[in-house]
């Protein structure tokens, strides 16, 4: 699927969503944590900058122009937290 974009040039969602990615102002912050947010890229995750810097095996992160990465993003934290209450829990006794 072809979306008509400025200047009459036809792209497809994923040459956006690349064309999005490497727009250096869609990323906030030192590139070391830099967070992402374009609402034009549908992606829920993309590719990190940095790959090295990545925990995960896809080396992504949430891309905070679409709700749904940021609601993941949101869910991601909560679970560490609540592991984090319940094992300082546990380990009280």
């Given at each position: 699927?072809?979306?008509?974009?400025?200047?009459?040039?036809?792209?497809?969602?994923?040459e956006?969503?690349?064309?999005?990615?490497?727009?250096?102002?869609?990323?906030?912050?030192?590139?070391?944590?830099?967070?992402?947010?374009?609402?034009?890229?549908?992606?829920?995750?993309?590719?990190?900058?940095?790959?090295?810097?990545?925990?995960?095996?896809?080396?992504?992160?949430?891309?905070?122009?679409?709700?749904?990465?940021?609601?993941?993003?949101v869910?991601?934290?909560?679970?560490?937290?609540?592991?984090?209450?319940?094992?300082?829990?546990?380990?009280?006794?």
């Open positions: 699927m072809y979306i008509r974009c400025k200047k009459g040039v036809n792209m497809t969602q994923e956006i969503n690349q064309k999005e990615w490497g727009n250096q102002n869609n990323w906030h912050g030192p590139k070391w944590i830099s967070v992402y947010c374009s609402k034009k890229d549908t992606r829920i995750f993309v590719p990190k900058q940095l790959p090295w810097m990545g925990l995960w095996s896809k080396k992504a992160t949430p891309n905070f122009g679409q709700p749904l990465g940021t609601i993941s993003f869910l991601i934290v909560a679970v560490i937290v609540v592991i984090a209450i319940f094992i300082l829990r546990i380990s009280k006794g």
